[in-house]
């Protein structure tokens, strides 16, 4: 439930990012979020929607231009219900939400300890934010060594930086715990139905939740005090040998300089930039950053109530499954040298053609240019239309013509023909 | 998808029509089934929106909720449902045939005649697709545990006299869908995607218009394009011309047309304006039967294709088991036994999985031996093959007291079973369960050699008809053509420690 | 099939040597295994034995135990093949033991069962129930009627096993160990089985899922050691298929070699050349990868299966010697086998050895190479020549299986282009509730073993 967006921190373009810009016509960048680094994943094959994001074009109007409108969309009703729920969670300083989590996460001997909610300050910039998140989360851990109370951050502000570029990201909540673990919670609006729910939907949370994780954990890596070179290896995206080497110099350097608070915006940024894939990938960080649980929370409405549920959910795999998907963003330079110099996708929308499409009929529930690179699909005889597992019956042949062309030639295909003739016949 | 089917996909593309994928039809189809065209409140779990219902295909009943939020109004709803479809389910109760079985006294050991009842028929129930069928067992599973007026303790909220019993006969129904080959609740696009192959992909075919679009495209058109219009043509209200099967409506219809509308009817409402209430909620009506009432025409268009093709040959055969699940059914619910609960314990729940598994080697089976084009699935897997007889040799097993038939049939075939000597075989359309082995394997020239193990009588000459002739076509499968018998599992109350123990 | 450690368990002392040996390690185990299954205060234990740790001389052992105390043992397999398999080390370990074979009437048991003098084979339990042991499968043992139980039982390729199969078998027998390897694959069922996700006793999951689930109290065990992978093995398959449960080899770098004798032409074909340099890497390092030009293929790809076969022949006609701390033996036809993830695949393989005058080399799925070992495997990579992968292709235990049937080295044969399929493959997997992942994620474990493999590549031109 994430429907933020924000601008970018102020510091001047890089050449690729100026490109980009470029490409969206001026028009302001529909901001990353960990919605749009959650569907990385959905078919990481296609170079149109890896440069599209990494752009943040705004697809669904971009897929209207190109006259193939996205049959997207939510009904009104359905983003009530949700902001009812959550309205219901947060009212009164997250007093219900508040009792639920000391339900799911407190030990019972904890149950006594009262919660702290600190004001985020959720009216300000998005620097200031993130700086008080920091400040929130270092009095929090001290409140719980302490004993004096465990914490919960009501949508925080964390910064990740994605190939190059500074992402806000907003968790529907974390809660530091009296074990000084951190947790992410992530609010949802579909049911949790006798228990299950719609794995589908699951699982984008599961996704969701990750992008959560490793922002977290790259924060953490930040605030440790104890950040050494090694701590490089902390932040999530970078659990590798390599990636250690070559963030480990700026994530001191950004340990070091956090404290200045907001007024460094730039040093906000924890550098995350993977690079290669980890040894482990399921390897956990040392340091602060192994406070961040891989097992976050997910809050539903329960049954057909509005009354609120928990489950756990195992990120892991989710984890991995990320960081691979940010360490590919490095290669938009590549995808990018295809398009004409200053293409402005505002005004000749077609030039999104010259970037390679990977289309499926999964892209029908996952990508708004769906209808258009279906056409274009369709008008090349390609046989993915018909589905991802055609392609695999059919080996080298990937047209209809081809395929249909076989048939004549002997082959499996040619038995399927007399087959169904002989059967058709009867 | 298997390559066959993925060869009729191929050529509904070229043709711009979809293909045949089965040369009879495998579900059956009631004489007067009842149809249900659901639409759910979007955001809220299982909530009601409308539903066009009915036999008639001339005169369906429309029930709308005009404010899903509204808990009464929903229960109110659901007991106009049941008041429309109880009877019709009931209906079935009254009409059976008495069968006899002998039974064994477990403690006696003693055999007696126990007769028990098969009612003659039972309900179909047809939605649009698959979300229907889930939103039905959704609905029961709101309203099954209900209190009502009637109970004891009624509770805060007691439901509408009828609603906890419609509740069971969904949650019935819709678990029943779950069986294969099953046909008391069709969804229908997945039972029309099993008999055409369309020029999309199996994700386009779950949306109803773009289906029979394929199927009988219109006049001189090709169904790629009229698939497109029926996916996302739009009016220039900016509402789609062909409206979604449901259960969910179009977002742009709740924001533009629907949205306004149940705020209009609160309104009136709040303003206890009992004349205008009803204005609004008829406009409310208005509004829902339009985008229903395609669907409705859709789904009887879709039953009418589907009777274009001639059962196959097994179909009455599970829809004998469908009779029985009624029957059942019908029998707990006059017996006075509580709601179907929540969550199955370990041996419900092991017993429903072996039921499923073994109705779908029967229906996957079934289907190959009613239908050439499904068996052909089988001979190009290399998991069956068919051809001619061309040659049929006497032979005998001396080994025993008396000498046994064992002739040795040469079949012609252009199929590569995956068979080596020695493999077995079991004859398709032959003496029930005749097994044959392979001894001789010519694969160059396509000829198989096959030694028939039973099914041709206790004599020394076989049975007349048991054993093929000379230029007769026969088939064999290298599976077996019967389910295997599932294991017997304890009583739930044996549950052992394993799984819990028994159920608390 | 399996080792037995070098070091005998039951004349092992207890050492407090801070580095165990292989050895000593795997006896530590096996002891605290006997106690828990004879003395524990659980009623199950449970043993999760990674590819090639001695399962199945853990299984024999436990059983002469089990039956010294004086108690009947019944013992559940999965397949007719594993149930003669084990009848036959059991009689072998203790000619003087009497072990029933029960089985069904269309499944006679095998010759290497019923050649022992104290094997008695019969279809009704009836005539067995007062020896010692008994073994059947699961399938059968279902059948059996109302008995009185027996004090114990050992189930065995227990992850195998599915969560229904052992409710109806476990009315027979009061206590039970259960023995398996996690990491191959999962039992499965031809229908959805959405109903159960997340319960406890989904009765399409593994059996010893269920009894994790309802009984808390159990800790698994594990086998410490692998005595079948080399030790240019078992951290790769260690890393890569159990990463939160790491094993070791029981031998070291070294303490095996497989000696080929030199190609006998070398004028071959590109493809035979290509064959023989891949042998003689993988005799070298113990993994070989020949990878024939990315192309996108049908799954019985004509030149993949050429290759896969020319290998088998040129391995057999150079004639290999596999020296091992169980001495020296030639690596004959019996050695060898050849693994493919579909049924199809497999027949060609078979034919296109045949076409060669290849016999007795076995090939086959990885379903049905289960629990088997060679000396050399030959693998024909589960996603050569896809376009696409698919949940079937990237499943973890397949692979597993398929890498981890060796003593001395495995080739894999495939089309260059899989990390490029992997990295357009969608990781947007649905997520059920209650229901506890399993690692590692068939993605991540198929990237781990390519690129272990490319060290090893030999390129077909
Ligand atoms: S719809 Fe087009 S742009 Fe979007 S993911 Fe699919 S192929 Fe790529």
């Given at each position: ?426 | ?31 007067r089934p009842f149809v249900l065209v659901p639409l759910a409140a979007a955001g809220e779990t299982g909530a009601p929106l409308a539903v066009l219902l009915g036999q008639d295909r001339q005169h369906p009943r429309l029930l709308t909720v005009p404010q899903p939020l509204d808990r009464d109004l929903r229960f109110a709803f659901l ?119 369309t020029g999309q992909s199996s994700l386009e075919d779950a949306h109803l218009g773009a289906l029979l679009a394929w199927i009988s495209p219109p006049e001189g058109g090709r169904g790629e394009e009229a698939a497109l219009r029926a996916e996302n043509g739009r009016d220039e209200r900016g509402q789609l011309l062909v409206p979604p ?260 | ?461």
């Amino acid at each position: 439930m994430n429907h933020s967006t924000h601008p970018r921190v102020d510091q001047p373009l890089t050449p690729l990012e100026a490109r980009l810009t470029a490409l969206r016509g001026g028009a302001a960048a529909r901001s990353m979020d960990a919605r749009a680094l959650a569907a990385l994943a959905a078919n990481p094959g296609c170079d149109r929607r890896a440069v599209l994001d990494a752009a943040g074009v705004d697809k669904a109007a971009l897929a209207a231009r190109l006259g193939s409108p996205a049959a997207f969309g939510q009904s009104p009703f359905a983003i009530t219900r949700g902001l009812v729920f959550e309205r219901r969670l947060r009212a009164e300083r997250c007093t219900e939400l508040a009792a639920l989590l000391r339900r799911e996460l407190l030990p019972e001997e904890a149950a006594q300890l009262p919660v702290a909610v600190p004001d985020l300050l959720a009216a300000e910039g998005p620097a200031v934010r993130a700086a008080r998140t920091r400040t929130a989360l270092v009095e929090a851990v001290s409140d719980a060594a302490a004993g004096r109370a465990w914490t919960l951050l009501d949508r925080p502000l964390l910064r990740l930086e994605v190939a190059g570029s500074a992402v806000s990201l907003e968790p529907d909540a974390i809660v530091i715990g009296p074990d000084e673990r951190w947790t992410v919670v992530e609010i949802k609006s579909f049911p949790i139905l006798d228990g299950g729910a719609d794995p589908a939907k699951v699982g984008a949370a599961a996704r969701q939740a990750a992008v959560y994780v490793l922002a977290l954990r790259a924060t953490a890596m930040a605030l440790d005090p104890a950040a050494t070179t090694t701590a490089g290896n902390a932040a999530g995206a970078g659990a590798t040998p390599h990636a250690a080497t070559a963030s480990s110099a700026s994530g001191a350097d950004e340990a070091g300089r956090s404290e200045q608070g907001p007024s460094a915006p730039a040093s906000d940024v924890v550098s995350a930039r993977p690079a290669g894939l980890p040894v482990s990938p399921y390897a956990e960080p040392a340091g602060l950053a192994a406070a961040v649980r891989t097992t976050g929370l997910l809050v539903c409405p329960r049954d057909f109530s509005n009354a609120a549920v928990a489950a756990p959910l195992d990120l892991r795999k989710q984890l991995a499954v990320t960081r691979r998907q940010l360490a590919r963003m490095t290669r938009i330079e590549t995808l990018l040298a295809v398009l004409p110099e200053g293409a402005r996708l505002d005004e000749a929308p077609g030039a999104v053609d010259s970037l390679a499409h990977a289309y499926a009929p999964d892209c029908l529930a996952a990508c708004e240019l769906a209808f258009h690179c279906r056409s274009q699909a369709r008008a090349a005889g390609a046989v993915e239309v018909l589905g991802r597992g055609v392609r695999g019956e059919l080996g080298s042949l990937t047209t209809v013509e081809a395929a249909l062309a076989a048939t004549a030639a002997g082959g499996a295909l040619a038995r399927a023909a007399r087959l169904r003739e002989e059967a058709l016949a009867r | 998808m298997s390559l066959l089917s993925t060869l009729a996909r191929l050529q509904a593309v070229r043709s711009g029509v979809a293909q045949p994928l089965a040369t009879v039809r495998h579900r059956h189809l009631s004489e007067r089934p009842f149809v249900l065209v659901p639409l759910a409140a979007a955001g809220e779990t299982g909530a009601p929106l409308a539903v066009l219902l009915g036999q008639d295909r001339q005169h369906p009943r429309l029930l709308t909720v005009p404010q899903p939020l509204d808990r009464d109004l929903r229960f109110a709803f659901l007991a106009r449902v049941g008041d429309e479809l109880l009877p019709y389910l009931e209906s079935f109760g009254g009409d059976v045939e008495l069968l006899e079985r002998s039974v064994k006294d477990p403690e006696s050991g003693e055999k007696t005649v126990e007769v028990r009842e098969l009612c003659a028929d039972a309900p179909q129930l047809v939605v649009p697709n698959p979300g229907g069928v889930e939103l039905l067992g959704l609905f029961g599973r709101s309203t099954r545990f209900r209190r009502t007026a009637e109970d004891p303790d009624p509770g805060p909220y007691p439901a509408p006299a009828r609603v906890p019993l419609l509740g069971r006969w969904l949650t019935h129904v819709s678990d029943r869908a779950n069986v294969p080959g099953s046909s008391m609740l069709l969804p229908l696009t997945t039972t029309l995607a099993r008999h055409w192959a369309t020029g999309q992909s199996s994700l386009e075919d779950a949306h109803l218009g773009a289906l029979l679009a394929w199927i009988s495209p219109p006049e001189g058109g090709r169904g790629e394009e009229a698939a497109l219009r029926a996916e996302n043509g739009r009016d220039e209200r900016g509402q789609l011309l062909v409206p979604p099967a449901g259960p969910a409506t179009d977002p742009d219809f709740d924001s533009l047309l629907l949205a306004p509308a149940i705020t209009r009817y609160d309104a009136a409402r709040a303003a206890q304006d009992e004349r205008l209430t009803q204005a609004r909620a008829e406009e409310i009506d208005a509004l829902l039967g339009a985008v229903l009432l395609p669907v409705w025409h859709q789904v009887w268009q879709g039953l009418d294709l589907l009777r274009t093709l001639p059962p196959g040959a097994h179909v009455a055969d599970r829809w004998e088991s469908d009779r029985w699940s009624y029957t059942g059914h019908r029998d707990r619910v006059a017996a006075g036994e509580p709601p179907q609960p929540l969550h199955d314990d370990a041996v419900t729940a092991a017993r429903r999985l072996a039921q499923r598994e073994r109705e779908q080697v029967r229906v996957d089976l079934e289907e190959a031996l009613d239908d050439p084009l499904a068996m052909a699935e089988h001979r190009l897997a290399g998991q069956a093959f068919a051809g001619e007889v061309v040659e049929v040799q006497p032979a005998y097993d001396t080994s025993g007291r008396s000498p046994k038939p064992r002739p040795l049939v040469t079949v012609r075939t252009e199929d590569r079973p995956h068979l080596d000597p020695g493999g077995e075989a079991h004859r398709a359309g032959g003496p029930a369960s005749q097994k044959a082995q392979l001894v001789e394997l010519d694969a160059e020239a396509g000829l198989l050699t096959l030694r028939l193990l039973n099914g041709m009588g206790r004599k020394k000459e076989p049975e007349p008809g048991t054993v093929p002739e000379p230029g007769e076509q026969v088939c064999f499968t290298l599976f077996e053509l019967a389910p295997r018998q599932s294991a017997p599992l304890p009583d739930p109350e044996d549950t052992p420690w394993t799984h819990g123990g028994p159920p608390k | 099939m399996t080792t037995p450690s070098p070091s005998s368990p039951a004349t092992s002392t207890p050492t407090s040597t801070p580095t165990p040996t292989p050895g000593e390690q795997a006896d530590a185990a096996v002891a605290a295994i006997l106690a828990a299954a004879l003395h524990g205060g659980e009623r199950g234990t449970v043993v999760d034995s990674p590819p090639g740790a001695g399962k199945s001389t853990l299984v024999v052992r436990a059983a002469r135990e089990l039956v010294a105390t004086g108690e009947r043992l019944m013992i559940v397999a999965q397949t007719n093949s594993q149930v003669d398999d084990l009848v036959d080390r059991l009689a072998e370990a203790d000619p003087a033991l009497a072990v029933g074979r029960l089985h069904g009437s269309d499944a006679l048991p095998s010759e290497i069962a019923m050649r022992h003098p104290g094997v008695v084979a019969s279809t009704k339990v009836g005539d067995l129930r007062e020896l010692p042991v008994v073994v059947s499968t699961a399938a059968k043992w279902q059948w059996v009627k109302e008995t009185d139980p027996w004090r114990h039982a050992i189930v065995d390729e227990a992850y195998q096993m599915r969560s229904d199969a052992l409710l109806a078998v476990a009315r027979l027998f009061e206590r039970a160990l259960f023995v398996g390897d996690p990491g191959q694959l999962d039992p499965f069922s031809i229908v959805g089985t959405d109903d159960w996700a997340g319960q406890h006793h989904d009765p399409s999951q593994s059996a010893v899922v269920t009894l994790l689930a309802h009984n808390p109290g159990i800790v698994p065990h594990r086998l410490p050691v692998s005595w079948r992978l080399p030790a240019s093995a078992a951290p790769l398959v260690s890393d890569a298929f159990y990463p939160f449960t790491p094993f070791r080899a029981g031998t070291e770098p070294g303490d095996r070699r497989l000696e080929l004798g030199p190609p006998t032409t070398a004028s071959g074909t590109t493809l035979e050349q290509a064959a023989d340099e891949v042998l003689d890497v993988a005799a070298e390092s113990g993994w070989g990868l020949l990878e024939l030009p990315a192309r996108l293929t049908v799954r019985t790809d004509p030149e993949a299966v050429a290759a896969v076969a020319a290998v088998v022949a040129r391995l057999l006609a150079r004639g290999g010697t596999a020296h091992s701390e169980r001495g020296s033996a030639p690596v004959d036809a019996d050695r060898i086998a050849v693994g493919t993830a579909h049924r199809d695949q497999a027949a060609a393989v078979r034919g296109a050895l045949a076409a060669l005058g290849v016999t007795g080399v076995t090939v086959d799925t990885a379903n049905r190479l289960q629990g088997r070992e060679y000396d050399v495997t030959v693998v024909l990579h589960p996603l050569s020549g896809r376009p696409d992968a698919t949940a079937f292709h990237l499943e973890t235990g397949r692979l597993c299986v398929l890498a981890s049937r060796h003593r001395h080295a495995c080739i894999v044969v495939t089309r260059a282009g899989i990390p490029e399929l992997l990295d357009a493959h969608p990781s947007t997997e649905p997520v059920q509730l209650g229901v506890v992942s399993k690692f590692p994620d068939g993605w991540e474990a198929n990237h781990a073993v390519l690129e272990h493999l490319r060290r090893f590549r030999v390129p077909v031109r």
